[in-house]
């Protein structure tokens, strides 16, 4: 069935605030017994990466690079390696441990998405921590694929213990969403954009009693510094995690792409609400953090998500971190 029709027919069914991405984002749902997670030490705190799940975009430059030329995007991904058929996003979730609390950064896809997403509760099960333990959750933007795991599918709390931490900017934009402006925004879905409007005021709303709106200017929980990185949406919020001297820097959705978008920032993405604000601010983040050689976080490269940002020519490429064993 053709998309278009597809989603009309969900909608005619009553899937309400239900999103039906599943069908365009379809993966691989677990075969395994526990899900891995990544535990590591920054100075004091404790720092743990389970996985959301993932999201196959298919076909490549419906999503990446729509106006770069084809056979020069094929060339990249067969020179790495990797399919020119889709581009296979990780959903890697961040939980910072300092003393008794436990900062969630971002709660991944939900229900809406299918079996391939939505794993977070049994993620951090497995890695020992039950949703009624977490006390903060930090979120980097109001995406489908961040907020989606903050309410169970008939509208309830999944972590009934938690307060939530969201920029201003982004709250506004969100809840004005009826007048928000997507103008400069390459996706093409427009009722699916519709329903997604619908499902993140729904969640904002449910949630209002225990929303904290932040201001990039203030510094959370003595272990959190946030940093406004406008494009991918307006309020689009890089979460600077330190402890003494350390520091590991999560960047969100400042891109979606290892292999497309370090060496072709400018390539963009069509889920970027400001498809130009976004590249240039993508190039703007990499070129100070590849100067620092600040250590990162990315939710969505190659799991467990963690690298450095090399300089190479007048762009950039990801350094994965590498690890002798498991851990
Ligand atoms: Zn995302």
Redesign the pocket.
């Given at each position: 069935m053709e998309r278009r029709a597809l989603l009309k027919k969900m909608a005619l069914i009553g899937l309400g605030s239900a999103l039906p991405l599943h069908s365009l984002f379809a993966g691989k749902p677990f075969a395994g017994a526990e899900r891995p997670y990544h535990r590591f030490q920054l100075g004091d705190l404790e720092l743990t990466v389970v996985t959301d799940g993932h999201?196959v975009m298919s076909p490549v430059q419906e999503h990446f690079a729509m106006d770069a030329p084809q056979e020069e995007v094929n060339q990249l991904l067969e020179n790495n390696f990797r399919s020119t058929k889709a581009v296979d996003?990780g959903?890697n979730i961040l939980i910072v441990k300092k003393g008794k609390d436990i900062i969630l950064i971002?709660t991944g896809a939900g229900y809406g998405f299918g079996p391939a997403c939505g794993w977070l509760p049994a993620s951090l099960k497995d890695a020992g921590i039950h949703v009624n333990d977490v006390t903060q959750i930090v979120i980097?933007?109001a995406?489908p694929?961040?907020i989606g795991g903050l309410l169970s599918q008939d509208n309830k709390l999944v972590f009934p213990n938690a307060q939530v931490y969201i920029s201003a900017i982004e709250h506004q934009f969100w809840m004005s969403a009826d007048k928000s402006d997507f103008s400069k925004s390459r996706f093409s879905n427009k009722e699916l954009l519709a329903k997604i409007l619908v499902s993140t005021k729904n969640t904002l709303t449910v949630l209002k009693d225990r929303l904290h709106l932040f201001d990039h200017k203030e510094a959370l929980f003595g272990c959190i510094r946030l940093q406004l990185a406008a494009g991918?949406t307006p309020g689009h919020t890089l979460v600077r995690i330190f402890s003494g001297k350390e520091e590991i820097v999560h960047i969100?959705?400042l891109l979606?792409s290892d292999v497309l978008l370090f060496p072709h920032p400018e390539w963009g993405f069509d889920?970027d609400t400001d498809l130009s604000m976004a590249a240039a601010t993508r190039r703007k983040v990499m070129e100070a953090l590849a100067l620092d050689r600040t250590a990162v976080f990315s939710?969505?490269l190659p799991w467990p998500g963690i690298g450095h940002i090399r300089k190479k020519a007048d762009a950039y490429e990801w350094i994965a971190e590498t690890y002798a064993f498991p851990a």
């Open positions: 999201i996003l959903m971002d980097t933007h995406h694929d961040h991918h969100a959705d979606h889920g939710y969505h």
